[in-house]
């Protein structure tokens, strides 16, 4: 994993609630640039909305349907959500996966996505390919062609995807299906999106297409186009290739129930599997998004859970330490919508004390109004939110889009905030009263099975008996659509000229003191993205001490030596900005966004975190403990603990081999000594670098640099570590048996190379051919072809002193075996045969529209930069990268593929529930080793 490695738990801020408040200045809100769009409607009834940005060399097209999970009919529960993935199938004209070639393949992407109220298609592509993209958008909505072969590969899919996200991961029953369920108990919004495995099976080839001719119509649907393109030419070839769908003469069928208002609290008791802390849910009904109350429940949002300045966060997580996680989602529909309050409880706490936290600060502010302070905070954090969306044409795209679905209205997001702006104290008390009243409350308790009382039962959640649901009334006439003939096929039009893609130019300087400065100026929105980059990653962790860089890298915003946590939090977020910190594999980084306007102030709290961090013992305890509490959640998610456990086998007893958050064993035995060494390896002005991105020149960024670091000076004891030794272990076979998971967790990986290696393109071009994108052939031959998971994928992770390559994906445990062989049978194709050039074109296309995209966004350049320094790398390589991935050609693939991707140098890990799948994988590798997951040790090299 790259810079600002992903951690099991969030750990920026923590900011205690009652410690003595500095006074924090009200920062005045940041201005955010309206949406500026046309609209037009077709004869068909087709919504058109264009949004023009020039400064961009991509362009989005979206096209977002009127019908969601609420719509899914009578017995069918998960059908909108299937559906979703047969669009991407064949229509007359373009061929199974087309959509693929024709984003993916050219350097863009495509997705989508299924709401209760939506469903939703989404490219970004490289503009010379807008017209190839509308073509398809009109002809998937025209003539979709569903065979069975297809609809059932798909519906497997569909199953893989409930596995995984509700089944094998912790939590997942509880967000994903009980949450819906508690929530309502006549509207269908009651029914999970992701459906049942029955509901899944009983759909029939007839059901599809009688829901595609009911719904996937032009005057159900609005199709939205942002980014580069000529105005005249887009209405042009709308009219073109939508105009000709004819419009149905028969109505659309509407959800139209009502919810009855809740009188009376609900309170279930669950006991579930993988369950490894105790959590709670609170849910209340909201009015539906285009209700005048909107903006303060947003306000209000903030108040309890934005940032970790935030009433939840403090309460729960900082100063009474009930809770490792907090959180409110605020789920505003067309109907009527949720507000809920989360906990997952710290260890050794109870759902019952977080239920009583959650519940006490609802009444705190169903008492009192919010302070003056917290209003503004919130309001700022929600306009740099804004800003931040709206830095991509697609983001724009989204807002509006989303404005028009679910609010009916265009201008529902810049109305949005207009609101918010007016937004008082006395507002948001008055619709916590409302709508968070204690008779509305919907509360889930969800504890762990082995917590689970001898006589005790479990409450039954289900969709509710009175939720109405209506079956699907077949059209008449329903047209099925088969593939033309070649012949007769019309292809996509040819790209046009393409339009070059503006490559960062980063200024470099160094401060008298060694440190280094790199500005990038990127006007447009007033936002700047800091990154301040120090040496000593997770690779210099001591022995016994894994996860020293990552606590000492969270430690930095937990008080220094003049400001506390809480006033840490407080100050960044009253300026609507966010601070975090973190340790990736070779690096410790302290990163930062705000408006530019109040980028002087929040760089002096970024100065401070960096340079006098504190260290208080109560800081390390606090941290420690909510960090084992995340690894203990981390440890029984099969897919997680695959990686962790591959890790360790691929790098043995090397620095790269420990988990880089550390085990429960390692970090209770860091000392506040350990700390202390590990920063001051970490954080030398010669060895740091800051990076300021944004609404900011040069010599603005360096003069800012200069005032706030230019007196910083190495402190004794500061001598980096050294760099790492490593010699790969023996491959091995290891699987780790999770009685009753829900899916397995499979990993493939070997050592791979460090991110100078002479090889890094030809090597990052077949990984891309291996297991980058939905084309890749990993996801063509697991996903695609055979309907075996969600998704799989590789990674080619280039660490600063030597990496690894490995293909990750998850089954179900009995396709565990077979998804193996795949996996290592694509290894071995890629260095015995020539890639054609063909497919590494789109290969190489995926990576350099991934690094297109990315420098669209102030972040983006910033964390991009950002990597290069952790890794070594000279900044001027930036611009370079485009060709030098454009140079690899096959026989440099094969090359580097026989090399570093032979899966004779690979481990294999699988967990999962081992009797169903231990044979058949004993019989082509018999001496694989099997470890109880309870028994895994991630600290020794042996995992035991």
Do not use: C
């Amino acid at each position: 994993m790259r810079l600002g490695l992903a951690l099991l738990i969030s750990t920026a801020l923590f900011a205690p609630a009652y410690a003595q408040p500095r006074a924090v200045p009200a920062a005045a809100q940041a201005t955010v640039p309206p949406i500026a769009y046309t609209e037009r409607t077709l004869p068909n009834g087709l919504r058109v909305y264009a949004i023009r940005d020039t400064s961009s060399a991509n362009v989005s097209v979206q096209v977002w349907y009127d019908v969601g999970s609420k719509d899914d009919p009578a017995g069918r529960s998960g059908f909108a959500h299937m559906f979703e993935h047969l669009m991407f199938k064949a229509t007359r004209n373009l061929v199974p996966e087309q959509l693929d070639r024709l984003t993916e393949d050219v350097g863009g992407y495509n997705n989508a996505s299924t709401a209760d109220d939506y469903t939703n298609y989404f490219e970004v592509v490289p503009a010379n390919h807008l017209q190839r993209l509308l073509f398809a958008e009109a002809d998937r909505m025209a003539t979709l062609v569903v065979d069975p072969k297809t609809f059932a590969s798909e519906r497997e899919v569909v199953k893989e995807e409930l596995r995984s996200r509700i089944l094998a991961q912790p939590y997942g029953k509880l967000f994903g299906l009980y949450a819906p369920m508690v929530s309502y108990s006549r509207h269908p919004y009651a029914r999970p999106g992701i459906g049942s495995i029955a509901d899944l099976d009983a759909a029939t080839i007839d059901d599809i297409r009688a829901f595609h001719a009911t719904y996937y119509r032009p005057d159900n649907a609005v199709l939205v186009v942002a980014g580069n393109f000529d105005p005249a030419q887009l209405n042009r070839w709308v009219d073109q290739y939508f105009g000709p769908i004819a419009k149905p003469a028969r109505p659309i069928p509407r959800v139209t129930i009502d919810e009855p208002v809740r009188q009376q609290p609900v309170t279930k008791t669950v006991y579930e599997a993988n369950t490894p802390l105790p959590a709670v849910l609170i849910s209340y009904p909201l009015p539906p998004a285009n209700h005048p109350d909107q903006a303060a429940l947003k306000v209000l949002d903030a108040i309890l859970s934005g940032g970790d300045n935030s009433r939840l966060h403090q309460s729960l997580v900082y100063r009474d330490q009930i809770a490792q996680d907090v959180g409110v989602q605020l789920d505003a529909k067309q109907g009527p919508g949720t507000l809920s309050l989360y906990a997952i409880l710290a260890g050794g706490k109870s759902a019952a004390d977080g239920e009583a936290a959650l519940k006490r600060e609802v009444a705190r502010l169903i008492a009192a109004p919010p302070t003056a302070a917290e209003l503004a905070e919130a309001k700022n954090e929600i306009t740099t939110a804004e800003l931040l969306s709206r830095e991509t044409a697609e983001g724009k795209a989204s807002a509006l889009a989303q404005g028009v679905i679910v609010e009916r209205d265009p201008q529902a997001a810049d109305k949005g905030l207009a609101a918010i702006g007016r937004v008082t104290a006395a507002d948001v008390q008055r619709v916590a009263r409302t709508w968070l009243a204690a008779n509305r409350a919907a509360t889930v308790r969800y504890l762990p099975d082995t917590a689970k009382p001898a006589n005790a039962t479990s409450d039954t959640i289900a969709v509710a008996s009175s939720v109405v649901t209506t079956p699907l009334a077949v059209p008449p006439g329903i047209a099925v659509f088969t593939p033309a003939p070649e012949s007769q096929r019309i292809l996509p039009p040819a790209p046009a000229a393409p339009v070059q893609v503006a490559i960062p130019i980063p200024v470099e300087r160094r401060l008298p003191n060694g440190m280094r400065v790199v500005v990038v100026e990127k006007r447009g929105l007033p936002v700047v993205t800091a990154a301040l980059v120090g040496g000593g990653g997770a690779v210099a962790d001591p022995e016994g001490r894994a996860g020293v860089g990552e606590l000492t890298a969270g430690l930095l915003t937990q008080g220094t030596k003049t400001r506390s946590a809480t006033e840490i939090a407080r100050a960044v977020e009253s300026l609507g900005g966010s601070i975090g910190s973190g340790a990736g594999w070779d690096s410790q980084s302290v990163t930062l966004t705000v408006g530019s306007a109040q980028a002087a102030p929040a760089l002096a709290i970024l100065a401070d975190v960096a340079r006098n961090p504190a260290f208080a013992q109560d800081e390390i305890e606090r941290l420690r403990t909510r960090t084992i509490d995340g690894v203990s959640v981390a440890l029984t998610d099969p897919g997680q603990l695959a990686g962790l456990v591959a890790d360790r086998v691929v790098f043995g007893a090397s620095p790269y081999g420990h988990p880089a958050t550390g085990t429960p064993t390692s970090l209770k035995a860091i000392t506040r000594d350990d700390v202390v060494t590990a920063y001051r390896r970490a954080w030398q002005p010669a060895e740091a670098t800051l990076v300021l991105v944004g609404d900011l020149t040069a010599d603005a960024g360096m003069a800012l640099a200069t005032r706030l670091f230019g007196d910083w000076t190495a402190q004794p004891g500061s001598a980096a570590a050294p760099a790492p030794v490593y010699a790969a272990p023996e491959p091995r076979v290891i699987v780790v048996d999770m009685p009753g998971a829900g899916q397995a967790g499979v990993v493939v990986a070997r050592p791979g190379i460090a991110r100078d290696d002479k090889d890094y393109f030809p090597a990052a071009v077949a990984n891309a051919t291996l297991g980058v994108g939905f084309s890749s052939r990993l996801n063509q031959e697991i996903r695609i072809k055979r309907g075996l998971a969600y998704g799989a994928r590789s990674e080619l992770d280039a660490r600063r002193w030597g990496g690894a390559i490995g293909a990750s994906t998850q089954t179900k445990n009995p396709s565990a075996p077979e998804v193996v062989k795949i996996i290592t049978d694509e290894l071995r194709r890629l260095g015995i045969e020539p890639a054609p050039e063909a497919e590494l074109a789109t290969r190489k296309a995926v990576l350099t529209g991934n690094f297109g995209r990315t420098i669209e966004r102030t972040s983006g350049i910033a964390g991009t930069i950002a990597t290069y320094v952790a890794d070594g790398v000279p900044l001027a390589r930036i611009a370079t990268f485009l060709p030098s991935v454009e140079a690899v050609g096959p026989a440099a693939v094969q090359s580097v593929a026989a090399r570093v991707m032979d899966p004779k140098a690979a481990s294999i890990v699988v967990v999962g529930d081992a009797k169903q799948f231990l044979e058949p994988l004993r019989a082509a590798y018999p001496r694989l080793v099997v470890i109880p997951a309870a028994s895994v040790d991630l600290g020794s090299a042996n995992l035991r």
